[in-house]
Nanobody, 127 residues
Framework: QVHLAESVGGMVQAGDSLRLSCAAS????????MSWFRQAPGKEREFVSA?????????GYGDAVTGRSNIFRDNIKNTMYLQMNSLKPEDTAVYYC???????????????????WGQGTQVTVTT
């Protein structure tokens, strides 16, 4: 079993930056991929970013955040981070971290491939 705990999000202004973290505990050796998803009211869960948990060597980003975000991990602290810059009101959502045990790059954007989820944290971007 793996437990994921996201940091508190918060309310920021458009153009600001925000860093989220996700701490993993339990059987972390079973994790191969960790990702961020987000879900806005009335919308489907959307892929934000993913990282190869074991090597940190591969990372991917969703179209909405490409060029504005950076995902990285600290494998000593078993923590993944998402740095988001130039935030926009449309980035407002509940952000979830997820962990899975698979290696297919094409599967990283699919929520149903992940076995573990955090509780979610609210990020609100105001104008």
């Amino acid at each position: 079993q793996v437990h994921l705990a996201e940091s508190v999000g918060g309310m920021v202004q458009a153009g600001d930056s925000l860093r989220l973290s996700c701490a993993a505990s339990g059987r972390t050796e079973s994790i191969s991929v960790m990702s961020w998803f987000r879900q806005a009211p009335g919308k489907e869960r959307e892929f934000v970013s993913a990282i190869n948990w074991k090597s940190g060597g591969f990372s991917g980003y969703g179209d909405a955040v490409t060029g504005r975000s950076n995902i990285f991990r600290d494998n000593i602290k078993n923590t993944m981070y998402l740095q988001m810059n130039s935030l926009k009101p449309e980035d407002t959502a509940v952000y979830y971290c997820a962990a899975g045990n698979f290696f297919e790059v094409d599967s990283m954007k699919l929520p149903n491939r992940y076995d573990y989820w955090g509780q979610g944290t609210q990020v609100t971007v105001t104008t």
